[in-house]
């Protein structure tokens, strides 16, 4: 049988161990503490040898042993271990001989200050003021607390062995500057780690991957720290990265070691978490959620669900990411070898609507992490079996957690033009919120529509059919569903071209159909575009740019009080939530708006110049300009000069419509616009 003694206590060398082992090699794994045991123990066919080894001491091991590669797999900053394994190797017998060097990580280390030693960077923190979070391990604690206007704002993160807080005391720190936790850790950890602490200092080594320093220079950044770095001692001898020294082993040893290719070392993963649905209670879950929930070790989710589970796991009431990633951070930092089983009950379906989509994204790049999703049944299917309605052909969104803002846009545009809506909502305040919204609809639009409301669907649940008045005054609250079906849908319009006599007017000046609609097709309006409509008149560009989408939002600023009289009234006539009315002139009204994607200008009172130039210091939106005096023509002619803007579009725009009178027909002109388009 072939033989390898490996030099480990790191993420490399476990691995490299793990892998050696499967194709049947015989391992001798050397650590220098009882600690550096603990993430190998009872792994089969490994013979760890626990203590350090001077030069000589490895000779004989080598001398012994006869193995047929020694691997060298401790950590960057081990130095004085690495000489002793090279002198014993000059010692001994010519052995193949592998060293492996940790790879960097593609860090943005801008802000970062860096030294060459602990003693150059301990002597730089007697400049500084405030905690220091000293995540540096106990080896060279000792140089950090030589002073003692140093040692005093200590906190020192160490691994959680007797010899690391042994260390600890013997140089001054007491139990309030010590946290003995097993790494690496994740960026959300650092963050709540560096606030706990107050610190103001970070200071790390460039340890490379693996290590979890670009975590830890992550989160300084965030939270506005010093950050400073202790660079890795230059190994003179030569090493080779992880998969190279698996290409090399197989060589050596005449065996296959890689499967499916190589893959990146990440820290081992410490727990298993499923993400699970909770269907609309009790009576829906799945068997193989309960399942899970039946060999979980912990286990999150809302009250109501944790009530109604009988089960060994201890029950944390908890279904927000903000309150479970705590909880799971402190368990994986206990955890030293190992894993145990979490469960995350989301009601409904984990894909819909869900929190789950959120968890995930926090979890997913965190090794020591493995997560499951597990689907269930959404409250839109339960919902719909009991109306035995299909909803292939319907419009699903939900309320629930989302922005008024947002949603209500959403639900207008999806009511006014479908057959059937489902929505989730938050319960009986936006069921009633909504009763009044289709209200108003119908009023304007000379529709009706039939609601359907699930309320506490397999729990006390009720069901209800009801109009939109009593819909906007319904009594009942807790979970609810609603369908919302219309028998005539309007058709909607894919196009601007309103015509004028759709919206209200007076004397205020108004963009006419034909110009509107040229206008608006030259900004080329997107999706969830934001639009800045400067000189807004009677609202008319605004109002058919927000019927074009709801995902849109539109800005209309305007400081005349009749306009914004009108444009209000425009607006509430069409039933728009997505157009926003703002009294003020520009470009001071500009200034606490979202930085605009589209911007329409229809009158800029005399101050066109320092309206672009906010835009610009804004971003680079696409820009319309409507010109009709000769003085307008003649200062965007200077302006496009001015800002350099090289690819204008300039269109002289002459419509003519035919006007009744007597017996005929003649041709009335309007007066030419200018249209210009360009990118700011």
Known sequence: MKKAIIFGGTTEGRNLAKK????????????????????????????????????????????????????????????????????????????????????????????????????????????????????????????????????????????????????????????????????????????????????????????????????????????????????????????????????????????????????????????????????????????????????????????????????????????????????????????????????????????????????????????????????????????????????????????????????????IEAVKYSKKVFTLTSGGRDVRIIGELLQDLERNFNIKFEIWAGFNLYSDEKLVCMNSTKCSMAAYDGLCVLLIKNKNPLLKRLAPGLSDEKFLRNKTPMSKEEIRAISICKLGITRDAIVYDIGGGSGSVSVEIGLLASSINVYTIEFKEDACKLIRENISKQGLKNVHLIEGVAPDALDTLPAPSHVFIGGSGGRLQEILKTLQAKGHPRVVINAVTLETIAEVNSILKDFEIKDADVVQVSISKAKTVGDYNVMQAQNPVYVVTFML
Not at 134 to 147: I, P, Q
Not at 170 to 191: C, D, V
Not at 254 to 263: C, D, H, P, V, Y
């Open 20 to 411: 050696l082992i499967s194709a049947g090699v015989s391992v001798i794994y050397s650590v220098a503490t009882e600690y550096g045991l603990e993430p190998v123990k009872g792994e089969k066919g490994l013979d760890v040898r626990i203590g350090r080894m001077d030069s000589n001491m490895m000779a004989g091991l080598f001398k012994e042993e006869s193995p047929d590669v020694v691997i060298d797999a401790t950590h960057p900053f081990a130095e004085i271990v690495k000489n002793q394994i090279d002198t014993a190797l000059f010692l001994s017998q010519s052995i193949p001989f592998i060293r492996i060097l940790r790879e960097s990580s593609e860090i943005d280390y801008s802000g970062c200050t860096f030294f060459d030693d602990a003693s150059e960077c301990a002597k730089a923190l007697e400049n500084t003021e405030g905690n220091i979070l000293l995540t540096t391990g106990s080896k060279e604690l000792a140089v950090f607390c030589e002073k003692e206007q140093v040692r005093s704002r200590i906190i020192a993160r160490v691994i959680p062995s007797v010899e690391s807080l042994d260390i600890c005391t013997q140089n001054g720190l007491t139990g309030k500057q010590i946290i003995a936790m097993q790494g690496p850790f994740s960026l959300m950890m650092n963050r709540a780690q560096i606030k706990e602490t107050r610190a103001n200092v970070l200071v790390l080594k460039n340890s490379g991957k693996g290590s979890g320093e670009a975590e830890r220079i992550e989160a300084a950044k965030l939270e506005g720290i010093k950050c400073f770095v202790i660079n890795r001692p230059t190994i003179k001898a030569e090493g080779k990265s992880f998969k190279e020294a698996l290409d090399e082993l197989e060589n050596i040893l005449g065996t296959k070691l890689t499967e499916n290719g190589f893959s990146e070392i990440t820290p081992d993963v410490k727990i298993h978490i499923t993400l699970a649905s909770f269907g609309m209670g009790f009576g829906s879950i799945t068997e193989e959620v309960m399942a899970a929930v039946d060999k979980a070790d912990i286990i999150f989710g809302a009250p109501r669900m944790l009530s109604t589970i009988e089960c060994k796991a201890k029950k944390y009431p908890y279904y927000l990411a903000k309150d479970i990633l705590p909880v799971l951070n402190e368990k994986a930092g206990e955890i030293t070898y190992g894993t145990i089983n979490a469960v995350v009950l989301f009601s409904g379906d984990t894909g819909f609507f869900s929190g789950t989509k959120k968890l995930y994204e926090n979890l997913k790049n965190d090794g020591r992490y493995s997560v499951n999703i597990l689907p269930g049944i959404s409250s839109i299917s339960a919902f719909s079996a009991r109306l035995k309605e299909s909803y292939e052909d319907a419009i699903i969104m939900s309320t629930h957690g989302i922005d008024e803002a947002i949603w209500q846009p959403r639900l």
